[in-house]
């Protein structure tokens, strides 16, 4: 199996995942979240993401333990129906809520919110938006610090504090939670770490946004992190 790690940004019923899951072997397959709630404007009906969505489920059940689903801001409002103040605004499904729900509820053991890797001696920290340091520093008494063990403690009991935004997502924070931050507080509160980070849910128009420190992915494609450690375009 080569050293490539496959990434797949934010899915929301598109299918883009599935050429890309077979397109070679990889040593991990990371999802970064959001398989949920389709743009209206991509003609993707809920009830057809919902079973893509599943379809996601059932391959990485197959792929075993070297598949990772993240959670993401349109999957975790579905977690509690809804859990938090912001799902109104982000095109949560009240129809398919119970459904969504329960099959969320069935498969939770699947989920999570970080991933870490490492790729050429290069360590990498996966989350669906990024963390940055002025949340982190919000909720040391939550999270004592940006790795995946400690992110991951705080379902369920903590999900709360995942349910911040700032301005730019339609929350009251000065930023945003590691499911909920724009890119640009990326910028604006760099996280000191020893890791790469790389994330998603700043949608980009056509090209990533590769930085030293962290990548947002969100362009709707798929692609690796090679044997070297670089992040490129997966070329099926």
Not at 49 to 60: H, R
Not at 130 to 137: F, I, P, R, S, T
Request: glycine share 6%; hydrophobic share 40%; proline share 4%.
């Amino acid at each position: 199996m080569a050293n490539e790690i496959l990434i797949l940004p934010d899915i929301h019923g598109r299918d883009f995942w599935r050429d890309a899951v077979s397109a070679r072997d990889f040593s991990e397959i990371v999802f970064l979240g959001d398989y949920l709630d389709p743009y209206g404007r991509e003609n993707i009906e809920p009830e057809d993401a919902f079973s893509n969505f599943q379809d996601i489920v059932t391959w990485s059940r197959s792929y075993g333990h070297n598949a990772v689903l993240l959670l993401g801001n349109h999957d975790l409002h579905y977690w509690r129906t809804p859990y938090g103040s912001l799902s109104k605004g982000s095109r949560f499904d009240f129809d398919m809520a119970a459904v969504v729900a329960h099959y969320f509820a069935r498969n939770v053991h699947m989920f999570k919110l970080a991933h870490e890797a490492e790729v050429a001696g290069k360590k990498f920290l996966f989350t669906h938006a990024g963390v940055n340091a002025d949340w982190l520093q919000r909720h040391a008494d939550v999270v004592s610090e940006a790795r995946a063990a400690a992110l991951n403690d705080i379902l369920p009991e903590h999900i709360m504090v995942l349910d911040e935004a700032s301005y730019r997502r339609g929350g009251n924070q000065p930023t945003g939670s590691i499911i909920w931050a724009d890119v640009n507080e990326m910028k604006e509160s760099p996280l000191e770490t020893d890791f790469y980070q790389i994330f998603g849910h700043s949608q980009q128009v056509q090209d990533p946004v590769i930085t030293e420190h962290w990548a947002c992915l969100d362009c709707r494609r798929p692609f690796i992190i090679n044997g070297d450690g670089e992040i490129e375009d997966l070329t099926l």
